[in-house]
């Protein structure tokens, strides 16, 4: 956890020794180990409680992507059928759609000089 090798445990028993005393050493380690367990505990859940939002979030982001999908391939096919069932005078606007995907109104003369 600490990157901590042999001898920098052995020093810091030795250290802890002098410090602490023989009588209260194994107490004081006691509490330290509770105390790391419980702080690994407590860190799993909530690492176990952020990944679960994380997945509810990204299953609703997608649920409303495809809904999103959908509802646009509805508008444009109600769109095509109502362009193919509409018969346009010579001078009556319509809508099309330009090579870049962008919709413009046009008359039917400009058209014709294109």
Same mark, same amino acid.
């Given at each position: 956890?600490? @990157?901590?090798?042999?001898?920098?445990?052995?020093?810091?028993?030795?250290?802890?020794?002098? $410090?602490?005393?023989?009588?209260?050493?194994?107490?004081?380690?006691k509490?330290?180990? +509770?105390?790391l @367990?419980?702080?690994? +505990?407590?860190?799993?859940?909530?690492?176990?409680t952020?990944?679960q939002?994380?997945?509810d979030?990204?299953?609703? $982001? @997608?649920?409303y992507?495809?809904?999103?999908?959908?509802?646009?391939?509805?508008?444009?096919?109600?769109?095509h059928n109502?362009?193919e069932?509409?018969?346009s005078?010579?001078?009556?606007?319509?809508?099309e759609?330009?090579?870049?995907?962008?919709?413009?109104?046009?008359?039917?003369e400009?058209?014709? +000089?294109?």
């Amino acid at each position: 956890m600490f @990157n901590l090798g042999f001898p920098e445990l052995l020093a810091l028993g030795g250290l802890a020794l002098l $410090v602490i005393g023989p009588k209260q050493l194994p107490e004081v380690a006691k509490v330290v180990a +509770r105390t790391l @367990n419980e702080l690994k +505990r407590a860190t799993k859940d909530i690492t176990g409680t952020i990944a679960q939002v994380k997945t509810d979030a990204t299953s609703k $982001v @997608n649920e409303y992507m495809d809904d999103i999908t959908d509802e646009v391939g509805d508008v444009e096919e109600d769109y095509h059928n109502i362009d193919e069932g509409h018969q346009s005078s010579h001078d009556e606007p319509h809508e099309e759609i330009d090579d870049d995907g962008q919709l413009s109104l046009l008359l039917d003369e400009d058209t014709d +000089r294109s």
